[in-house]
C-alpha cells in the first residue's frame, strides 16, 4: 500500500529565511509519480510540480527546489528566501501508475507560516 | 470558465438533512474526481468519472454518498441524511487526460461542508 509522510505538522519562519519541507514516500510500485501541491488560504490546490520515479534529477524553478533522493524513499521541497505570500498548507501525494485516483495519495499537509 | 468551479463554496446542514455539492469541471476534461479533505488532514480519494462513467466509487465513505456526472461535464456530489462527521472540505479535481497517474490535474477550490 502507497503512503505519504509528511512529520512536520507546522512550521514558521521568518520572511527571508530558507525553509524545507520533508516528505518521505513509500510504494511497492517501480514507477510512480510524487507531486507537491500548495493549499492557501482560499482553499484551492496549487500544482507546483510532479517529478516520476525515473527522474531523480533534482529541480530548482525561481525560489523553489525540489530533492527526489528514491534511496531514501523522500521527495523535500525547499523554498529559498521565503515571502510572506508562500504561507500555506503544502502536501506531498504520490500516484502509482495505470491506476485511478484511488491510488493518488496525500500526505498530511504541512502548514507553512512566514512571518514578516 | 478557466479554471474548476464548485458550488456552493459553503454549505451548512442540520443533521439528517441531504445535500448536493456541484463540480463545474474545465471544458473538455473527460476525468472528474472527488475528494473529501476533514480539517487538518490531506485530501482523500472519494470517486472517478470517466466522462460520464463512474469507474471507482471505492473511497464513497458510505451508501448516503453519491455521485454523478450524467453528461459527462458538470458533477454533482450528493450526501443523504448528513451526519456530524461529514464535515470537511469538499473538492473536485479535473483532468484531461483519461489515464491515472494525476498528470495534470486541476483542483477546484472546494465546497466547506458543516454539519450542525
Known amino acids: 500500500a502507497q503512503k505519504v509522510t509528511q512529520a512536520q505538522t507546522e512550521i514558521s519562519v521568518v520572511e527571508k529565511e530558507d525553509v524545507t519541507l520533508d516528505c518521505v514516500y513509500e510504494?511497492?510500485?517501480?514507477?510512480?509519480?510524487l507531486f507537491w501541491y500548495k493549499q492557501p488560504p482560499s482553499g484551492e490546490l496549487v500544482f507546483l510540480i510532479r517529478r516520476n520515479s525515473f527522474d531523480e534529477q533534482n529541480e530548482i524553478s525561481g525560489r523553489y527546489s525540489w530533492n527526489f533522493q528514491k534511496s531514501t524513499s523522500s521527495f523535500n521541497f525547499t523554498i529559498t528566501a521565503s515571502q510572506v505570500v508562500d504561507s500555506a498548507v503544502y502536501f506531498c501525494a504520490l500516484s502509482e501508475k495505470d491506476n485511478y485516483g484511488q491510488n493518488f495519495v496525500f500526505g498530511p499537509g504541512t502548514r507553512l507560516s512566514v512571518l514578516p | 470558465g478557466a479554471g474548476v468551479s464548485q458550488s456552493p463554496r459553503y454549505k451548512v446542514a442540520k443533521r439528517g438533512q441531504d445535500v448536493a455539492l456541484r463540480c463545474d469541471p474545465i471544458?473538455?476534461?473527460?476525468?472528474l474526481f472527488w475528494y473529501q479533505q476533514a480539517l487538518g488532514q490531506g485530501p482523500e480519494f472519494l470517486t472517478y468519472?470517466?466522462?460520464?462513467?463512474?469507474?471507482?466509487k471505492s473511497g464513497l465513505p458510505s451508501d448516503r454518498f453519491f455521485a454523478e456526472r450524467p453528461e459527462g461535464s458538470v458533477s454533482t456530489l450528493k450526501i443523504q441524511r448528513t451526519q456530524q462527521e461529514d464535515s470537511a472540505v469538499y473538492l473536485c479535481a479535473s483532468s484531461l487526460g483519461a489515464l491515472g497517474g494525476a498528470l495534470s490535474w486541476f483542483f477546484g477550490p472546494g465546497t466547506r461542508l458543516t454539519v450542525l
Open positions: 468519472f470517466q466522462n460520464e462513467a463512474q469507474l471507482d
Open positions: 510504494t511497492r510500485d517501480t514507477t510512480y509519480y
Open positions: 471544458s473538455g476534461h473527460v476525468s
